[in-house]
């Protein structure tokens, strides 16, 4: 089983690394505008294996993803300190459209992962491209708020002290200052939120609430602010998705998908709602069930999205 990675920088690099030190696919290729980069990747991350993994790591060129069955998108230009994600539209823009269509040509039957942002736009950027090629709408997705779902439950679980195994919640919307968590779905081990909370005595208030929120999406700009980019969070987030592919898991993921399959969306974008993922890509986005306020929110984000989507033209 073969993974393609497209720009080998640190989100791409680490990820190809996760995905080989985990024994997840037999063969990962890295790609990057700059070769000599991919190469030295490809051999740092090899070096890791020999003792007990067989995985193949090279760089490649976009000849030898003909084969792939997934194809993590990468590329591009990251945020500097203070910089929101909507911000590197117009210059990733620009990369997406010289390497989709490579990509399109060549990997014809691969399911397509957007990770560069702003994900949410470049996810539908890619669709536009990719529909021309025969490419359908649940075989080309962006990791929307994954991670920040993925955040939101690890600091719940901390603040509840449970095993955020359990902690079932989500963060929807655009990947960005206007994402939504989902506070009315939250389920801790099958209980609402509060029930659980007075059960446990343990306080639940708008201030704690909003204390979860403000870390949720401050945790970005902190992390770039400390160390330049974050590329862990999102390696994890990328080897589950890959997982769910691979090995038919039925996961369900709140990913960046385009409003042709989501029945909660009627503008002309891609936003992230939770969805299910299996070897075939989506096999269903699910409809909202929201509280009235985080319907509005919701929304509001809907619109951010649709504003900055129509900006592509
Ligand atoms: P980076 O600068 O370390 O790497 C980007 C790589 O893309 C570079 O190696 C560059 O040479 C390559 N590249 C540029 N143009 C290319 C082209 N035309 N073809 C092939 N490769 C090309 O950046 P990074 O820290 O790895 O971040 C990459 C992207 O991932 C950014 O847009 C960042 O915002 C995004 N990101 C998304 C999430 C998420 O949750 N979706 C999380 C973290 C980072």
Not at 47 to 56: H, V
Not at 207 to 214: C, F, L, N, S, T
Request: proline share 3%; net charge neutral; hydrophobic share 40%.
């Amino acid at each position: 089983m073969k993974v393609a990675v497209i720009g080998a920088g640190r989100v791409g690099a680490t990820t190809a690394y996760t995905l080989a030190i985990k024994g997840m696919v037999s063969d990962v290729v890295l790609l990057d505008v700059d070769a000599k980069r991919a190469v030295a990747e490809a051999q740092d991350i090899s070096d890791a294996l020999p003792f007990n993994i067989s995985c193949r790591v090279s760089a490649g060129v976009y000849q030898d993803i003909t084969d792939a069955k997934v194809v993590i998108i990468t590329a591009g230009l990251g945020q500097q300190p203070g910089e929101n994600r909507l911000q590197l539209l117009a210059k990733n823009a620009q990369i997406m459209r010289e390497i989709v269509p490579q990509i399109a040509k060549n990997a014809k039957d691969s399911i397509i992962i957007v990770t560069s942002n702003p994900v949410d736009v470049l996810t539908k950027l890619t669709l536009r491209i990719t529909a021309d090629f025969g490419f359908s709408a649940n075989r080309v997705f962006g990791t929307g708020t994954t991670l920040d779902t993925s955040r939101f439950r690890s600091l719940l679980g901390q603040y509840l002290d449970i095993n955020p195994h359990h902690v079932h919640g989500y963060v929807l919307g655009e990947h960005g200052d206007s994402e939504v968590l989902s506070w009315s779905q939250v389920r801790i081990g099958g209980y609402p939120l509060d029930d659980y909370c007075r059960n446990m005595k343990i306080e639940m208030n708008d201030k704690i609430r909003a204390d979860v929120e403000a870390r949720v999406k401050g945790a970005v700009y902190r992390i770039i602010e400390g160390k330049g980019a974050t590329y862990y969070g999102i390696s994890g987030v990328l080897f589950n998705l890959v997982d769910a592919i691979v090995n038919d898991r039925g996961s369900m993921y709140t990913l960046s998908v385009s409003n042709a399959i989501s029945p909660s969306v009627d503008k002309d974008i891609c936003i992230a709602v939770p969805c299910l993922l299996d070897k075939d890509g989506i096999s269903k986005a699910m409809p909202l069930e929201l509280s009235e306020d985080e319907n509005k929110r919701f929304y509001a984000s809907v619109d951010i999205i649709e504003r900055a989507t129509l900006s592509l033209k």
